[in-house]
């Protein structure tokens, strides 16, 4: 019995070792990618927020950092991203009978271009866009910060999946 679970555990660590680099988190990123790159985001949005480019750029870093083994590098990266804060907009939600709006929606919308030196066809070009909604009552000013970062997660949780985990 004891033999057969250990030719258990090599055969598993055979398929594991020979599926490149693959880790708990869904990331399937080739082996010999070892840098990453990461321009700051440029604000386009009609409605600028200044501390929205920093915040999105420093995000996608750390997510990074903290789920793979890539090193961040400046320039020429194995991957890279290059990104566009597209829009920054507050639209009313729910109008009451008073006409008046019971929830408004803070949308961020992101343009990524992503490049994969070993494999072309995971290089993309596209827009990401999340919202969330909250209670007109409230200051914007008081929960803003709040919004933005959870938008941000959202945003470099997608940018993520569609870059490296390829489902």
Do not use: H
């Not at 057969?4 to 988190?25: M, P």
Request: aromatic share 12%.
């Amino acid at each position: 019995m004891m033999r057969k679970s250990n030719y258990l555990v090599i055969f598993i660590c055979l398929c594991y070792i020979s599926c490149g680099i693959y880790s708990f988190n869904g990331a399937s990123i080739p082996k010999k990618a070892e840098t990453i790159s990461i321009n700051y985001f440029i604000n386009s949005a009609s409605n600028k927020q200044p501390i929205l480019s920093q915040v999105l750029t420093e995000k996608l870093k750390d997510y990074f950092t903290q789920q793979t083994n890539l090193i961040i590098n400046k320039n020429n990266g194995d991957l890279t991203f290059k990104g566009e804060i597209t829009k920054y907009e507050i639209k009313p939600m729910a109008i009451q009978s008073n006409e008046t709006a019971g929830q408004n929606r803070l949308t961020i919308s992101v343009k990524i271009e992503f490049n994969n030196i070993y494999n072309d066809e995971y290089n993309f070009n596209t827009t990401f866009s999340r919202y969330k909604d909250y209670e007109s009552s409230q200051n914007l000013s008081d929960i803003e910060t709040v919004l933005i970062n959870e938008i941000s997660n959202e945003l470099v949780e997608d940018i993520f999946n569609k870059s490296v985990v390829n489902w």
